[in-house]
């Protein structure tokens, strides 16, 4: 059985792999500085949030990180689910669902209007969940560097 947990200073070593994977899946690198105040960040808790996946034996398989911010058409917050990634021997067992629930119930206690999320156009497995169980809402997604 699969169990979602807030990340804790311990999971450091089990995060990282997870975290390079998903970096390596999107042909991305992050300098190793960044990576630990993100950890560090996001273990505080405050504006960053993140859970592990653990499958059975206890093993890191997967994570969630999100935040909130305000929106101009709701006097809610809106809660962006900024990375998720389950690790390849782990996928098609229901952990990538259990982490978007984690995210909702989080976000539905925090007082959240809605959860949302981005991935590449190409990715075809996550796709499959995100069909099931959000709607695709047609934006392109545009960004520029400052």
Known sequence: MTTIAALTSADFDEWNPLWQGYLTFYKSEIARDVTEATFVRMVADQELHGAIARDDQGLAIGFVHWLTHAGTWTTATYCYLEDLFVSP??????????????????????????????????????????????????????????
Do not use: P
């Open 89 to 146: 021997h782990s996928r098609g067992g229901g952990t990538g669902r259990q982490l978007i629930e984690h995210v909702c119930a989080w976000a539905a206690a925090a007082g959240s209007e809605k959860v949302y999320w981005l991935t590449a156009h190409d990715n075809g497995s996550a796709r499959h969940l995100y069909d099931k169980v959000a709607e695709h809402t047609g934006f392109v997604h545009y960004e520029m560097l400052v």
